[in-house]
């Protein structure tokens, strides 16, 4: 059997997804944090090709989202058009990391509202308590990815930037200025400078949505649930679906999709991505899981 490649050929990260005529494996459709579809999502994708087609969605970005695109609603509305152009018909599987889950969460909501049906939703690690990371936690994180070389000066100066120009409501004008400082020139500070922009919009847009309302959707969901202290098992997602199976997963929010953690996590994901799979489906891994 012939595997269908992550990304179409001819097909950049930025570029919308193909449509999917015949996959050879079911669909995944994978909804990445507000960092965007990155290297460790890649690499959680790359370590899923044999056991379903992975098609990671795409978020607004800085510029749409300065005109207006910034909130999770914007973001499920972009990821709903690609999800309806790769695969018209048909249940729907999603797995969503971080932001992904509430971003998976509305396009379920809609994709019902539209009579369409949800066979698999996989939240990693995503929480609707609204928790914020007092100071020591979020000293102790940036510790742990520095000792790790998952983060660099010049990128936590980059993010403290971005923070408080978000904070003070300049977004705009710090993108029109680094614009204008980069003259149609890749310049390293400045590309920083706009995924951080982006990225700390994206959690502003995730804190609004946290406090909206929502309904129940009468599915059952998967938690891949990272290890918090004082939080519920289910991180409040029992109030959103009629059931809610609690997975307790490797690492923390940050890494476990990584490796280390990747491999013990990814087992975790096979499996329960698995048991929706028809006699069918399962033929076209070629018995991989048998």
């Not at 996959?23 to 690499?43: E, H, I, N, Q, T």
């Not at 000792?147 to 710090?174: D, F, H, P, Q």
């Not at 400082?181 to 990225?199: G, H, I, P, V």
Request: with cysteine; proline share 6%.
């Amino acid at each position: 059997m012939t595997l269908r490649p992550l990304i179409d050929a001819g097909q950049t990260p930025d570029s919308p997804p193909s449509r999917v005529v015949a996959a050879a494996l079911p669909v995944l459709f994978l909804l990445p944090g507000s960092l965007g579809y990155g290297a460790s999502l890649s690499a959680l994708a790359a370590s899923m090709r044999e056991m379903a087609h992975i098609v990671p969605i795409r978020y607004p970005d800085l510029g749409k989202m300065l005109q207006g695109q910034d909130s999770v609603r914007d973001m499920a509305a972009a990821a709903l058009e690609q999800i309806n152009c790769v695969q018209p018909r048909g249940p729907i599987r999603l797995l969503g990391h971080s932001l992904g889950g509430a971003v998976a969460f509305e396009v379920a909501t809609r994709l019902f509202a539209s009579g369409r049906s949800v066979k698999f939703f996989g939240i990693l690690d995503t929480s609707l308590m609204g928790e914020r990371s007092s100071a020591w936690d979020t000293l102790s994180r940036t510790v742990h990815r520095i000792r790790n070389n998952r983060v660099t000066a010049s990128r936590m100066a980059c993010r403290a930037v971005a923070k408080a120009t978000v904070a003070i409501g300049r977004e705009a004008k710090l993108a029109r200025l680094i614009d204008q400082r980069a003259n149609r020139q890749f310049n390293l500070t400045s590309f920083r400078l706009k995924q951080e922009l982006q990225e700390v919009l994206r959690a502003k847009a995730y804190f609004r949505w946290l406090a909206e309302p929502k309904s129940m959707l009468p599915i059952s969901a998967v938690l891949f649930r990272c290890e918090r202290k004082e939080m519920p098992p289910a991180l409040g997602w029992d109030r959103a679906f009629a059931q809610v199976d609690v997975v307790p997963s490797a690492g923390s929010h940050v890494d476990l999709v990584v490796p280390p953690y990747l491999a013990m996590n990814l087992h975790l994901v096979q499996n329960a991505l698995t048991r929706t799979y028809s006699l069918a489906e399962f033929s076209n891994t070629d018995g991989l899981f048998t």
